[in-house]
């Protein structure tokens, strides 16, 4: 699979992941910069948050409950769009399109 992260800056990162790592995972692993993940994929943090580009709605599970009371404290208001990076996990072959947020904190 394969992630390309618009970052708040404008500029595109675009890094190849494993399959079954989450978009969250990629981005710590790769250096990206703007996604947090500080609880480590376990829901209890929100700095992880992403906006999910339209064309990619229907490709992952629906957001939970835990993952939308988590969304309405993230740092950057939550759009129709947002998601939890943590919980994006990416199949083989999968390319998906992020934008990270401007604050995580
Ligand atoms: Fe903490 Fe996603 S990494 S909620």
Known sequence: ??????????????????????VMRTAIRNGVTGILGQCG??????TCHVFVDERHAGEFPPVSEDEDDMLDVAATDREDT???SCRLVL????????TVPEAQL
Request: proline residues 8%; aromatic residues 6%; negative net charge.
């Open 1 to 22: 699979p394969k992630v390309f992260y618009t970052l708040p800056d404008g500029t595109e990162r675009v890094v190849a992941a494993e399959p079954g790592d989450s």
């Open 41 to 46: 994929g376990e829901l209890s943090c929100a």
């Open 91 to 98: 199949a083989a072959g999968q390319e998906v399109h992020v």
């Open 82 to 84: 947002s998601r939890l």
